[in-house]
């Protein structure tokens, strides 16, 4: 055969082979897309659960195996608001992702799916969605329900013959610490309180919202507020003053960690200013006062003393502007978190949550402190969580940061109400 015809036969062959190859790819590609999984990024707020909703999300991986759920938390010391812009800056984005309210919605929307099909949202309690409900649109899924107030220590209470029930004002509030001040060294304490200052979020957020929300009726209306009045400045003042007055010092460089888990888990202190998501905290370092706790309100001279805040701390939101498969199983997810048995289970009995959802035996609630909320509810004994109405970042970066000025002795009261309400009216401008 000569050099001619060996080349024509070549090519012949390699034309031959070429639809085979393709075939051959084209099977490949697709053998390797059904491989494929379909990641799903989580940024969200609260540490105290994270631990348990990452098994949480394995189980559902098991489940799905198609679906890849990626976790990242960021909260407790941390400004969660700031790291989450960060992330959409840096263009890594979340398919999941937290609002607070009705001022994150209108910050976020551009990047908020309404979720209105979905099961779960049918099954939320009246009234939990009306901070995430625009135009007739639902951009939030609540985490659950949760309180705060001050978190006791019944059996000193109980030694130092105070009747946590009988603190229904300020007044009484106030007559309570003196005298577990008056018993620190038969009480074993090293302070009665401890205030963690430096946790602008303890105060600037839930300690002002248990003197504003009895200024606002609801979130909406907080955020619908041009200015705000402080009409229980002097109850606010002196809540602080209690706080501060009586608790280990400095309480400018006290933290969530060391005022939860080595003051009170500790038993040095005997009330500190926190909510039932600190339990876990309590029990993992003492587990024995951990059953032995509750709520007393923080009660604001001059307005109510006998209730506490009771809300939804956070909402899950889903990014629109993700592939659609992407916001298809990131919808999936949430839905099944809070509706399938194996999702029900965990939100009761691992995050211990109080559900904010229809379908939830809630005698398994374990816990005194989501007991005591489920029984200041029952009486009617609660505030509404308006500081998520607060103008972004007023709060924490504002109110938070005067009161730690305030506490520093270099800000006087007045000065802080005259410079925290301009700051407000500013921002609402």
């Keep these: 055969m000569n050099s001619k015809k060996s080349i024509a036969l070549l090519v012949a062959l390699i034309v031959m082979c070429i639809p085979a190859l393709w075939a051959g790819g084209a099977q490949e590609a697709e053998e390797a897309g059904t491989d494929e999984k379909v990641k799903v990024d989580i940024f969200q707020f609260k540490v105290e659960f994270k631990d348990q909703f990452t098994e949480l999300a394995n189980e559902y991986m098991q489940e799905n195996p198609n679906v890849d759920l990626s976790i990242k938390t960021v909260g407790g010391g941390d400004d969660y608001g700031a790291a989450l812009r960060s992330r959409f800056a840096s263009g890594e984005e979340p398919a999941i992702f937290n609002v607070g309210g009705p001022q994150d919605v209108a910050d976020w929307l551009q990047f908020l799916a309404p979720l209105n099909e979905l099961e779960v949202t049918e099954k939320a309690f009246d009234g939990v969605l009306g901070g995430v409900t625009m135009d007739g649109n639902v951009y939030g899924l609540p985490y659950n329900q949760e309180g705060y107030g001050l978190i006791y220590n019944k059996e000193m209470l109980s030694q130092a013959g105070i009747d946590p029930a009988g603190i229904t004002s ?201 007991r005591d909320i489920l029984d200041f509810s029952a009486r009617g004994k609660t505030l509404p969580w308006v500081f998520m109405g607060y103008p972004t970042g007023w709060g924490q970066n504002v109110l938070g940061i005067d009161i730690q000025k305030y506490v520093a002795d270099k800000m006087s009261w007045e000065e802080l109400i005259a410079h925290t309400t301009e700051e407000w009216e500013s921002a609402r401008q």
Excluded at 290 to 304: D, R, T, Y
């Design 170 to 370: 300020f007044a009484k509030l106030e007559g309570a610490v003196k005298k577990l001040d008056s018993m620190k060294d038969e009480l074993g304490l090293e302070a009665v309180i401890a205030f963690p200052a430096k946790e602008t979020w303890v105060t600037g957020l839930h300690l002002s919202n248990a003197v504003l929300s009895q200024e606002f009726d609801n979130v909406n209306e907080a955020f619908n507020a041009d200015s705000v009045e402080y009409k229980y400045s002097r109850g606010f003042q002196k809540l602080v003053d209690l706080q501060n007055d009586y608790s280990v010092q400095p309480t400018l460089s006290l933290d969530y960690s060391q005022q939860v888990e080595q003051l009170f888990a500790g038993e040095k202190v005997a009330l500190i200013q926190q909510g039932n998501w600190a339990y876990g905290s309590i029990a993992g370092v003492n587990s024995d006062l951990a059953g032995k706790i509750g709520f007393i309100p923080l009660s604001v001279e001059g307005g109510v003393g006998d209730s506490i805040p009771v809300g939804v701390p956070m909402y899950w939101g889903v990014n629109k502007q993700l592939e659609e498969d992407v916001v298809a199983e990131a919808k999936k997810f949430l839905n099944w978190m809070y509706t399938s048995e194996t999702g029900k289970r965990y939100v009761l009995e691992e995050f211990k949550f109080i559900p904010a959802y229809e379908g939830y035996d809630v005698s398994k609630v374990s816990d005194p402190l989501a």
